[in-house]
């Protein structure tokens, strides 16, 4: 595959730059409904190299969890998250963004355990996990997540993942109350309309000033400083 050259982000898209032909594609695609099963979605991203042959940022998919909730599977970007496991990157990486639940990200109030050793990561994370369809819960590919080391530390650390909760940038693009450098934006979340959430939802992002809690991301698209023994919604992310 060859890099996307400045050239190409200047003049256009041009016919040898695989990197440019996806980047023009996803933000023109129109988001639809993907009506295989997940099974035949899995196995389609398994034996692929690019899956924006057939599907875009932004097509979903309903699924049932074994709480019987059933909830949306979006897809938010591709070729997008480091895999834990070698050199390249995850073909797609997923979101539920719509959870059912209210949840605290910490027992105590601070974020001096960063999302290494929060309860949201360490706790909650593992028991929705379980909570997946067998498919997707036997294919989701660990990737490499960067956050804020808390505490009010510049320090940023590397966890490894099967579910994550967002960053403050991967959601907004920019940072305002968290750290640089928690990765980038995700390709669904450029366009403001996606940005706006059913409620407050947590993020990974430890608030910047100091020990006293994590961020949210509010239900229009900003986000806030919020002590971590309080309860928000959450969203998150996976890679297949």
């Not at 928690?182 to 993020?203: C, I, P």
């Amino acid at each position: 595959m060859e890099a996307k050259c400045s050239f190409c982000e200047i003049f256009g898209e041009k016919p040898h730059c695989h990197n440019c032909k996806v980047f023009n594609k996803t933000r023109t695609h129109v988001p639809q409904e993907i009506d295989c099963s997940l099974e035949e979605l899995v196995e389609y991203i398994n034996t692929h190299d690019d899956v924006t042959e057939r599907f875009g940022v932004g097509d979903y998919k309903t699924i049932e969890l074994y709480t019987g909730e059933r909830v949306k599977i979006i897809l938010l970007d591709t070729d997008k998250d480091k895999l834990a496991n070698s050199e390249g990157n995850a073909k797609t990486t997923f979101g539920i963004l719509a959870y059912d639940g209210l949840f605290r990200m910490n027992k105590e109030r601070d974020n001096t355990t960063s999302w290494k050793d929060c309860e949201m990561r360490t706790v909650r994370m593992e028991r929705i996990l379980r909570l997946l369809p067998e498919a997707i819960r036997n294919n989701i590919k660990p990737v490499i997540k960067h956050t804020s080391a808390g505490g009010g530390s510049r320090e940023i650390i590397a966890t490894t993942d099967k579910l994550f909760l967002f960053s403050e940038v991967e959601i907004r693009g920019e940072v305002e109350y968290s750290r640089p450098g928690e990765d980038e934006q995700y390709e669904y979340f450029v366009s403001e309309t996606n940005r706006v959430f059913d409620d407050y939802k947590w993020l990974r992002s430890p608030y910047y000033d100091g020990s006293n809690g994590f961020c949210c991301v509010t239900s229009y698209g900003g986000s806030y400083g919020n002590i971590a023994n309080n309860s928000s919604g959450v969203a998150f992310g996976f890679c297949l």
